[in-house]
């Protein structure tokens, strides 16, 4: 396997991203990819330190790319730059350029995250259905369905500063809405994993559960005894989803010992 660490010029944020890239060395046929988002305290690196992930990815043939989102919950921000149209666009476009060994076809790209970037999961996958074949959120549900004002908060000017004053749920913004679009459309609909730990609020769903269950999603839901928001919680999902959700554990490959 090969590990990099590269800074990615962006021309739709004019900055340089951090992006980690784990690749199967010497590959014979295209692969599929799993790309994932970090929580809001983070960074790109925190799967790679905090997790199997390498491991599991290597054993399983699969690439793994992870971009760093910096603050703004994976979306176009309101007052700020578009990172959603980066990483659902630029990012997927860009980095299959450098590496044609990536495989192009919806049903062999899946979005995870943690944390609000189980919101970004869910928002990118539901913005780009025909980009991504399925959705791993891990901890996190839908950030922008609530009213946001600056209360003076550092919480509260920074859900401003990427959603406005008010409340986006009706909005490109809204992990609902952006389902419901779909669904009038009639899809494609991505397959969607969502997890969480018993000791933490989601515990519950975070109120998406009865919500996909009336859609033309295939959507499971699952909570982990024992854990709650941490990382403890996010290794055993990510693994979950990889193999009991999306069956990548059965791929054969000749990429490790």
């Known amino acids: 396997?090969?590990?990099?660490?590269?800074?990615?010029?962006?021309?739709?944020?004019?900055?340089?991203?951090?992006?980690?890239?784990?690749?199967?060395?010497?590959?014979?046929?295209?692969?599929?990819?799993?790309?994932?988002?970090?929580?809001s305290t983070g960074d790109h690196t925190l799967w790679l330190r905090y997790t199997s992930l390498e491991r599991y990815v290597r054993e399983r043939g699969l690439a793994a790319v992870i971009p760093t989102g910096h603050k703004s919950l994976f979306t176009n921000m309101v007052h700020g730059q578009n990172y959603g149209t980066f990483l659902?666009?630029?990012?997927?476009?860009?980095?299959?350029?450098?590496f044609p060994c990536l495989s192009a076809a919806r049903e062999d790209n899946f979005v995870c995250g943690l944390s609000n970037g189980a919101y970004g999961a869910f928002r990118i996958g539901l913005r780009y259905p025909d980009t991504f074949s399925a959705i791993g959120a891990f901890s996190g549900g839908d950030t922008a369905d609530?009213?946001?004002?600056?209360?003076?908060?550092y919480r509260g000017r920074r859900h401003v500063i990427v959603f406005g004053e008010?409340?986006?749920?009706?909005?490109?913004?809204?992990?609902?809405?952006?389902?419901?679009k779909l669904a009038k459309q009639g899809?494609?609909?991505?397959?969607?994993?969502?997890?969480a730990?018993?000791?933490?609020?989601?515990?519950?769903?975070d109120g998406l559960t009865g919500f996909f269950k009336e859609l033309p999603f295939e959507y499971r839901f699952e909570?982990?005894?024992?854990?709650?928001h941490e990382w403890r919680l996010w290794d055993q999902a990510v693994l979950r989803y990889m193999d009991d959700f999306l069956k990548l554990k059965g791929i054969k490959t000749r990429y490790y010992v």
């Open 166 to 180: 008010g409340c986006p749920a009706e909005s490109e913004h809204g992990v609902k809405y952006l389902a419901r």
């Open 146 to 153: 609530q009213y946001f004002t600056d209360d003076g908060t």
């Open 1 to 39: 396997m090969a590990m990099m660490e590269m800074n990615l010029y962006s021309e739709v944020l004019d900055l340089e991203i951090p992006v980690s890239v784990i690749l199967p060395q010497n590959p014979d046929h295209p692969l599929k990819t799993i790309w994932l988002y970090h929580g």
């Open 197 to 205: 730990g018993a000791l933490e609020p989601s515990g519950s769903g």
């Open 187 to 195: 899809g494609p609909y991505p397959r969607i994993y969502h997890a």
């Open 88 to 98: 659902g666009e630029e990012l997927v476009a860009r980095l299959r350029q450098i």
């Open 223 to 228: 909570v982990f005894p024992g854990v709650g």
